[in-house]
C-alpha cells in the first residue's frame, strides 16, 4: 500500500511540473506585455514606489490566492474568503477595543477563524460530501451576516495599536511589511505544495478522488486541512487590511474573492482539480495587479476598473478551458 502511494504521488508530482510550465507560458508573455504597454501609456508606472504601492495594494488578494489554489486543486472553490476577510477584522479590533493585548488578539483571531473554517467549509464539504459552491455560498451569507450585526453596520476603528500599525503600514528599510507577509506566505504555501506528503496528496485528491481512496489517503481529513487553511490564509489577510486602514469595516472584502478566483485561474490552476501551483497563482495576482494600478493612475473610474474585472474572470476560465483542450 505505501509504495503505491508513493507511485502514485510520484506520477502526480511530473504531471504538476509539466503543466506548472505550461502553465507559466501561458501567463507569463501576457503579464510582460501588459507591463509594456502600460509603461508606454505612463512612465511612472516602471518607478519604485509605484511597484511597492501596487505590492501593498493587492496583499490581500496575494494571501487569499495561495490558498484558494489549493482548494481549487481538490478541485473546490471558496465563496467566503471575503466575509472570512471581513469577519476576522471586525473580531480582531473588537478583541483589541475590548483591552486584549495585541499579540493575543491576534493570535485568538487566527485560531477561531481558523476553527470556524474548518468546522463549516470543512467538515460540511470534507466529511459530509455536500457540494463545496452550495455550502460557501450559503457560509459567504452566513459570516457576511455576522459581520454587520456584530458591528451593527458601522466600521470600528483601531488608530492606537502599534504592532497592528507595523503590520499594517510599517517599513523595514525601503520595503513595507506587507510584502515580506506576502513572500513568506507564498515561500510557506510553495514549500507545503511542492515538498510535503500533504501537498502531493492534494494533488491526488483533485486529480481522482476513489484513486485518492484506494491509495490510502484520507480524503475528508485533506479537504478539511484545505479548507481551514483558505479561511486561515484569509484571516491573515484581513488582520493586514485592519492595519493597513486601522479599521475594520463591515463591507470590506466583498467581491474580493472574483479577484482570487481571477488569479487562481489566470495562473493556471484548474476547475477540474489536480493541476496548477502558487507560481503561476503569484503571475496571476501580479497580472491583475498590474492592470489596476495602470487602469488607476491612467485616471480610469472604478466603475470601468469593475467591468475589466469582470472580463478578466471570463477570460480566465476562457484560457483554463481552452488549456484543458
Partial sequence: MENTVKRTIGTVNRQVKKKGLLSFIGIGPLFILLCVILSFMNPSFLTFQNWINLLNATSGIWIMAMAMTLVLITAGFDLS???????????LVSLLNYGIPEIVSIIVTLGC???IGIFTNGILIGKMGLNFFVVTLGTMSLFRGIVYVWSDGKTQYANDY??????????????????FIMFAMFIFTFILLKYTY?????????GNRETAKLTGIKVPL?????YGLSAL????????????????SPTIGIGTELLVAAAVLLGGT????????????TLGVLFIGVLQN???????????????????????????QLKTK
Avoid: C, D, H
Fill in 81 to 91: 474568503v471575503g466575509a472570512v476577510l471581513a469577519l476576522s477584522g471586525i473580531v
Fill in 222 to 226: 485533506i479537504l478539511m486541512a484545505v
Fill in 198 to 206: 500533504f501537498g502531493r496528496s492534494v494533488y491526488v485528491v483533485g
Fill in 270 to 281: 484548474s476547475f477540474k482539480g489536480g493541476e496548477g501551483g502558487v507560481v503561476g497563482t
Fill in 294 to 320: 495602470g487602469l488607476s493612475i491612467s485616471g480610469i473610474s472604478s466603475y470601468w476598473q469593475s467591468v475589466i474585472t469582470g472580463v478578466i474572470l471570463i477570460f480566465a476560465i476562457l484560457l483554463n
Fill in 233 to 248: 490564509y484569509a484571516s491573515i489577510a484581513g488582520i493586514v487590511e485592519a492595519g493597513r486602514l486601522a479599521s475594520a
Fill in 162 to 179: 502599534s504592532l497592528l500599525q507595523f503590520i499594517g503600514n510599517g517599513e523595514v528599510g525601503l520595503i513595507p511589511v506587507t510584502v
Fill in 113 to 115: 477563524i481558523t476553527l
